[in-house]
């Protein structure tokens, strides 16, 4: 069993940038993939990023290639999400993800969810 628990939202005016953490319970955790995704009000949950288990893979969305970076340290379980030159877009809540083999752009099949933190940008 895996629990994550997110962390380092909140409200950011635009252009301006945030860092969320994503802590991970177990000792299995450098052997998970991870992935962040983002759900905004009244729409569905959109895939932002994932990282493969070293940390030598990572893919993102289109919308945030270049603004956003994924990036895990196995040594504390964590996993976090680097976002740059926010857009009143991004507003959304951020969960984070973990699989044992991949995190699918759906979202389908993953293993363990955290319970999300919200980023809010202003314009």
Excluded: H
């Amino acid at each position: 069993q895996v629990q994550l628990v997110e962390s380092g939202g909140g409200l950011v005016q635009a252009g301006g940038s945030l860092r969320l953490s994503c802590a991970a319970s177990g000792r299995t955790f450098s052997s998970y993939a991870m992935g962040w995704f983002r759900q905004a009000p009244g729409k569905e949950r959109l895939f932002v990023a994932r990282i493969g288990w070293s940390g030598g893979s990572t893919y993102y969305a289109d919308s945030v290639k270049g603004r956003f970076t994924i990036s895990r340290d196995n040594a504390k379980n964590t996993v976090y999400l680097q976002m740059n030159s926010l857009k009143p877009e991004d507003t959304a809540v951020y969960y984070c993800a973990a699989d044992r083999t991949t995190v699918t752009t759906t979202g389908n099949g993953v293993d363990y969810w955290g319970k999300g933190t919200l980023v809010t940008v202003s314009s």
